[in-house]
Nanobody, 114 residues
């Protein structure tokens, strides 16, 4: 069974940092594109960052220069380092994996507020 489990969300002040992690269990995602999406209240889910099996990285314009995605294939994990967080980054963040089919984690809440 394909499972993606996120961790690392929480409450942080503007300008702060958080590191999200996603672990895949029961399967290897070495051939998958993996990454992160987010969904704010009342908004559609949007891409944050993805990294392909070949290492090609794609970022949303709104996070370029602040967020860094990385993947560790032997450990079946993908991370999102988020720096200089802004209130508009507040959302539920979802881990994502795609290889023919899409798979999603359960989501982790990130709240940026003073």
């Amino acid at each position: 069974q394909v499972q993606l489990v996120e961790s690392g969300g929480g409450l942080v002040q503007p300008g702060g940092s958080l590191r999200l992690s996603c672990a895949a269990s029961g399967w290897s995602f070495i051939f998958y594109t993996v990454g992160w999406y987010r969904q704010a209240p009342g908004e559609q889910r949007e891409l944050v960052a993805t990294v392909s099996s070949g290492g090609n990285i794609n970022y949303a314009d709104s996070v370029k220069g602040r967020f860094t995605i990385s993947r560790d294939n032997p450990k079946n994990t993908v991370h999102l380092q988020m720096n200089n967080l802004k209130p508009e980054d507040t959302a539920v963040y979802y881990c994502y994996a795609c290889y023919v089919n899409d798979y999603w984690g359960q989501g982790t809440q990130v709240t940026v507020s003073s």
